[in-house]
């Protein structure tokens, strides 16, 4: 069961500030994204080309409290604005799951205009290695996010996750992904951090 890279999420106590976050860390506006009415949340996203993207992420204070934890662990969240998980694109999100470890979370069904998919929610919010391991998301239809996005001139470079069990996350992995711009690494602490080629040359975020 093989599995793609599809996006990182910057999470922030607010959307103005991850997006001003972003925008001055890249050089590069943010496009437009929505709301997720399950999840109590909004966005915005930068294309990294087709099929991936970044997304900023936070509680959206307009919205009424979702019943139930909010994916990425947002609930917690504090501090200032930051990469705290990423995501990979499956065919099948049923068969993916049933190569993660436990607690990656049950699908949901999601829509936003006329994009729809399936992504695994952890119930308590929070995905396995504290964050570290990737939530999975299958697209339905024929429609990726990326396809309403203007480009960016953006590509993701490389991805490392840095976690104290590096050696126990790298094998949890290894039935769904390979992909050389992933590298997990021994850290005293989960941390994930993107290297983007930019039109101004690299940038890094953390």
């Keep these: 069961m093989a599995a793609a890279f599809d996006h990182f999420a910057v999470a922030a106590d607010s959307l103005a500030e991850g997006a001003a976050?972003?925008?001055?860390?890249?050089?590069?506006?943010?496009?437009?994204?929505?709301?997720?009415?399950?999840?109590?949340?909004?966005?915005?996203?930068?294309?990294?080309?087709?099929?991936?993207?970044?997304?900023?992420?936070?509680?959206?204070?307009?919205?009424?409290?979702?019943?139930?934890?909010?994916?990425?662990?947002?609930?917690?969240?504090?501090?200032?604005?930051?990469?705290?998980?990423?995501?990979l694109r499956c065919d099948d999100l049923d068969a993916a799951l049933a190569l993660a470890p436990p607690g990656t979370g049950t699908p949901v069904d999601f829509r936003r205009g006329d994009l729809r998919w399936r992504m695994a929610v952890p119930d308590d919010g929070i995905l396995p290695f504290g964050g570290a391991f990737p939530a999975l998301i299958e697209w339905q239809g024929d429609r990726h996010a990326t396809e309403v996005l203007p480009p960016s001139g953006c590509t993701l470079a490389a991805l490392e996750i840095a976690h104290p069990e590096a050696a126990d996350l790298s094998a949890a992995l290894a039935p769904l992904l390979t992909d050389a711009r992933v590298g997990i690494v021994p850290g005293p602490e989960k941390a994930i951090r993107a290297t983007l080629?930019?039109?101004?040359?690299?940038?890094v975020l953390a």
Aim: a negative charge; proline letters at 12%; hydrophobic letters at 45%.
């Design 197 to 203: 080629d930019t039109p101004a040359g690299p940038r």
């Design 21 to 87: 976050w972003a925008e001055a860390a890249l050089g590069l506006p943010l496009a437009g994204g929505g709301e997720h009415a399950l999840m109590g949340t909004h966005n915005r996203l930068l294309s990294l080309g087709a099929g991936e993207y970044m997304e900023v992420i936070a509680v959206n204070p307009a919205a009424p409290p979702p019943g139930r934890p909010r994916w990425f662990d947002l609930d917690r969240f504090a501090g200032a604005p930051r990469i705290t998980n990423w995501i």
